[in-house]
């Protein structure tokens, strides 16, 4: 059986390929494609960056704040505090939500990425 399986692992010469032929096609066609997502990599940056800001800007600005203007309430603590966690954890699900939209958004790019690579490559 070893020398059938032999005949199987031969490649005839003709259809052999320089590995470095193989790598410089293969990074040719990942730059032109990642000439023509330019825009939508560059999109999907920004959406990061956007919500990347926005919960920075939550935490370092707008929850200070509210904590302020709630000590100027007549309320008890354990409710202050309650209700500034009842905030954080609807803010946090918001973040989360928009990171799954995003995340599904690169997700799809990348499937296309990829099948315009598979398509360039062949």
């Not at 032999?6 to 000439?35: C, D, F, H, V, W």
């Not at 202050?80 to 939500?97: D, G, H, L, T």
Request: aromatic residues 10%.
């Amino acid at each position: 059986m070893g020398s059938l399986a032999g005949a199987y692992n031969k490649i005839a010469p003709e259809k052999r390929q320089n590995k470095a032929e193989l790598i410089t096609a293969y990074e040719e066609n990942y730059m032109k494609i990642l000439k023509r997502y330019a825009n939508e990599i560059s999109y999907i940056e920004n959406m990061l960056k956007d919500l990347r800001n926005e919960r920075a800007d939550f935490y370092v600005n707008q929850l200070p704040l509210i904590r302020k203007e709630l000590e100027k309430d007549d309320v008890s603590d354990e409710n202050k505090k309650r209700w500034i966690e009842e905030v954080q954890a609807n803010i946090e699900r918001s973040f989360k939500i928009s990171e799954s939209l995003i995340e599904h958004y690169v997700t799809k790019n990348l499937e296309e990425f990829k099948r315009e690579l598979q398509k360039e490559i062949k």
